[in-house]
C-alpha cells in the first residue's frame, strides 16, 4: 500500500510538470522583461493559481481559459492589453536605449508554432475604468515566418531616430508580439523602456540598466543568418525593418550576440552599425496591439531569401 502511495504521488508530480511544460511556448528574454508581480496575482483572480512560467510563456488565449466567475479578476486587469496583463509598476527593470542606436533581442522558444513576431514601441491608454491597453506606436521589425523550431535565438533591432514621449519610466514598452496562425495563439512579452532624449515623461524610481551594444563579430548559440528587405509595415511616425530570415528556424541577424536569459548592466548601445537595412513603408499601424494579428497578420509576408 505504501508503495502504491508512493507511485501514485510520483504519477501526480509528472502530470503537474506535463501540464506546465505544455502550456509553456516560448516568450523574449532580452531586453529585460516585465515579471510576474505580487500585484499581478492579487489582481488577476483565478490566473494567480498559475505557475510564473505558465504566465510568461503561455499563449493568451489559454490563460483566458482559466477565468472564474467565483475568484474574478480586479477591474482594472486585463490579460489582453497586449502585455499579458502586466503593466509598468514603480521598481521595474528598465531598459535605456539611444534613438538610432543598435541593440539585441533574444528570445526563447520551447514549442515552436509557426508564425509572425513584430517587435514594437507601445504606449499605455488608459480607459474610465482605469484598464490598461498597450498601442502600437512604432513597429521596429517584423520576422517572419518565425518559430519553425524551438529553441534560444535573437537578432539586432534599431531603434529609430524619431521616437517621441518615451523620455520616462512607463511611457513606453517594447512589446514582443509573436502570433501563430496555425495555433491560433498569441504570446506576447513586454519590457519596460526608455528612450534617452525622446521627450518629457512623468519622473519616477525605477531600476535602470543599458541595453547590451550589438557587435558585429557576434553570432547566436541557436541563430541563423539573415537578410533584410524593405518593409511593408510603417509606424505612425517611422519605419520598420523585415526581417527575413533563411530556411533554418526562428531567424536572427548576423550580429546576434550569444544568447542570455536577462542582461544585467551593460555598456549602451552607441556606435555598432546595424545590420538591418530599414526602409519606409506604405502602412501605418497605429492599431491596438491586443487585436493586431487579427487584422494585420497577413499584411507583411515576403518573399523568403
Given at each position: 500500500?505504501?508503495?502504491?502511495g508512493?507511485v501514485s504521488?510520483?504519477?501526480?508530480?509528472?502530470?503537474?510538470?506535463?501540464?506546465?511544460?505544455?502550456?509553456?511556448?516560448?516568450?523574449?528574454?532580452?531586453p529585460?522583461?516585465?515579471?510576474?508581480s505580487?500585484k499581478?496575482?492579487?489582481?488577476?483572480?483565478?490566473?494567480?493559481q498559475?505557475g510564473?512560467q505558465?504566465?510568461q510563456?503561455a499563449?493568451v488565449?489559454n490563460?483566458?481559459?482559466?477565468?472564474?466567475?467565483d475568484?474574478?479578476?480586479a477591474?482594472?486587469?486585463?490579460?489582453?492589453?497586449?502585455?499579458?496583463g502586466?503593466?509598468?509598476?514603480e521598481?521595474?527593470?528598465?531598459?535605456?536605449l539611444?534613438?538610432?542606436?543598435?541593440?539585441?533581442?533574444?528570445?526563447?522558444?520551447?514549442?515552436?508554432?509557426p508564425?509572425?513576431m513584430?517587435?514594437?514601441?507601445v504606449?499605455?491608454?488608459?480607459?474610465?475604468?482605469?484598464?490598461?491597453?498597450?498601442?502600437?506606436y512604432?513597429?521596429?521589425?517584423?520576422?517572419d515566418?518565425?518559430?519553425?523550431?524551438?529553441?534560444?535565438d535573437?537578432?539586432t533591432?534599431?531603434?529609430?531616430?524619431?521616437?517621441?514621449?518615451?523620455d520616462?519610466?512607463?511611457?513606453?514598452?517594447?512589446?514582443?508580439?509573436?502570433?501563430?496562425?496555425?495555433?491560433?495563439?498569441?504570446?506576447?512579452?513586454?519590457?519596460?523602456?526608455?528612450?534617452?532624449?525622446s521627450?518629457?515623461?512623468?519622473?519616477?524610481t525605477?531600476?535602470?540598466?543599458?541595453?547590451?551594444?550589438?557587435?558585429?563579430?557576434?553570432?547566436?548559440?541557436a541563430g541563423?543568418?539573415a537578410?533584410?528587405?524593405?518593409?511593408?509595415?510603417e509606424?505612425?511616425?517611422?519605419?520598420?525593418?523585415?526581417?527575413?530570415?533563411?530556411?533554418?528556424t526562428?531567424?536572427?541577424?548576423?550580429?546576434?550576440?550569444s544568447?542570455?536569459?536577462t542582461?544585467?548592466?551593460?555598456?549602451?548601445?552607441t556606435?555598432?552599425?546595424?545590420?538591418a537595412?530599414?526602409a519606409?513603408?506604405?502602412?501605418?499601424?497605429?492599431?491596438?496591439?491586443?487585436g493586431?494579428?487579427?487584422?494585420?497578420?497577413?499584411s507583411?509576408?515576403?518573399?523568403?531569401?
Amino acid at each position: 500500500m505504501q508503495l502504491t502511495g508512493i507511485v501514485s504521488l510520483a504519477l501526480v508530480a509528472t502530470a503537474a510538470v506535463l501540464f506546465t511544460t505544455a502550456d509553456a511556448h516560448g516568450q523574449m528574454l532580452v531586453p529585460d522583461y516585465r515579471q510576474i508581480s505580487a500585484k499581478f496575482r492579487k489582481d488577476s483572480g483565478a490566473l494567480s493559481q498559475a505557475g510564473d512560467q505558465e504566465l510568461q510563456y503561455a499563449p493568451v488565449e489559454n490563460l483566458s481559459g482559466r477565468s472564474q466567475k467565483d475568484f474574478p479578476e480586479a477591474a482594472t486587469f486585463n490579460l489582453m492589453n497586449g502585455c499579458r496583463g502586466t503593466v509598468y509598476e514603480e521598481g521595474n527593470n528598465v531598459t535605456t536605449l539611444k534613438p538610432g542606436a543598435d541593440f539585441d533581442v533574444k528570445w526563447i522558444i520551447q514549442a515552436p508554432h509557426p508564425g509572425t513576431m513584430k517587435l514594437s514601441i507601445v504606449k499605455p491608454s488608459e480607459d474610465s475604468t482605469g484598464k490598461i491597453t498597450y498601442k502600437n506606436y512604432k513597429t521596429i521589425l517584423t520576422v517572419d515566418p518565425f518559430a519553425q523550431n524551438g529553441g534560444e535565438d535573437g537578432t539586432t533591432a534599431t531603434m529609430p531616430t524619431d521616437v517621441a514621449g518615451c523620455d520616462s519610466a512607463g511611457d513606453c514598452a517594447l512589446q514582443f508580439y509573436w502570433h501563430s496562425d496555425i495555433a491560433n495563439q498569441t504570446y506576447p512579452t513586454c519590457a519596460d523602456i526608455i528612450v534617452s532624449g525622446s521627450g518629457a515623461g512623468t519622473s519616477t524610481t525605477t531600476k535602470v540598466t543599458t541595453a547590451p551594444t550589438a557587435a558585429s563579430s557576434e553570432t547566436s548559440d541557436a541563430g541563423s543568418s539573415a537578410q533584410t528587405t524593405p518593409s511593408t509595415d510603417e509606424s505612425v511616425d517611422g519605419s520598420s525593418a523585415q526581417i527575413t530570415p533563411s530556411s533554418n528556424t526562428t531567424p536572427s541577424s548576423n550580429t546576434t550576440p550569444s544568447a542570455n536569459t536577462t542582461p544585467t548592466a551593460a555598456p549602451e548601445a552607441t556606435t555598432a552599425p546595424s545590420p538591418a537595412t530599414t526602409a519606409p513603408s506604405t502602412s501605418t499601424t497605429d492599431a491596438s496591439v491586443a487585436g493586431d494579428s487579427d487584422t494585420n497578420k497577413c499584411s507583411r509576408r515576403m518573399r523568403r531569401h
